[in-house]
């Protein structure tokens, strides 16, 4: 495979459920990031990752819990979200800090019921 | 003001027309700049990278103005493919995050 693989596609989960979502990265990049994109808002970057250490939490709810066992894999674990966390969550990755383009994987479209 | 603004559009043009899209940053040092498309319920891709002295593309071209604090995207020959929203990125000077425009969406009809 390559670029980035994200999975689930999809993914809808009661307020109480635990899950994790899934990034890979075949580009040999040394940066990852976890974004998330709702409806009329630009992109919200939440983690970054580089070198698989954390560089960056940008005020996320500790309800979103981040995962980098090395620079090729990505996770995001999720756990009592809340309704407004819908959203489209977006990995990327880059080499460098991103100056010559971040590439996103399909992303995981989340429902929280 | 927003750090990165953009009229959300949409803009519906015909096949063939030329379009042309701004972004404002409101950060004077800012240094990098991105054009990035995103079609419906896809992920963001690259376009083009904006430089100072601006970039052609094919039928893209990027063009910087500091003065005025601003990025454009033109497009020419517009395709039915060319639909897609197109975001701003910019990155602000001794700040490694990106900040991310709304994005402007483009309709391209036959």
């Known amino acids: 495979e390559t670029g980035v693989t994200q999975t689930p596609r999809h993914l809808v989960m009661g307020m109480t459920n635990k899950k994790s979502l899934k990034c890979e990265q075949h580009l040999g990049h040394n940066a990852m990031y976890w974004y998330k994109q709702s409806a009329k808002k630009p992109l919200e970057l939440m983690f970054v990752?580089?070198?698989?250490?954390?560089?960056e939490n940008n005020s996320v709810p500790s309800r979103f819990s981040p995962e980098c066992p090395n620079s090729s894999h990505l996770f995001l674990h999720l756990h009592t979200l809340q309704p407004e966390d819908s959203a489209l969550y977006l990995c990327?990755?880059?080499?460098?800090?991103?100056?010559?383009?971040?590439?996103f994987g399909s992303g995981t479209r989340l429902t929280v019921v | 003001r927003k750090e990165v603004e953009q009229d959300p559009g949409p803009f519906n043009v015909p096949e063939g027309a030329t379009v042309a899209f701004n972004c404002t940053y409101s950060n004077s040092a800012s240094q990098s700049f991105f054009w990035y498309r995103q079609d419906c319920r896809k992920e963001p891709k690259l376009l083009m990278s904006?430089?100072?002295?601006?970039n052609e593309d094919g039928r893209f071209t990027a063009q910087l103005n500091r003065a005025s604090q601003y990025i454009s995207l033109l497009i020419r020959d517009s395709k039915l493919s060319d639909s897609a929203t197109y975001l701003c990125?910019?990155?602000?000077?001794?700040?490694?995050?990106?900040?991310w425009g709304l994005g402007t969406s483009l309709a391209v009809n036959p």
């Open positions: 990327a990755s880059s080499s460098g800090r991103g100056d010559y383009g971040y590439t």
């Open positions: 990125v910019v990155r602000p000077e001794n700040n490694r995050k990106l900040i």
């Open positions: 904006v430089y100072s002295s601006g």
């Open positions: 990752y580089n070198f698989k250490e954390q560089t």
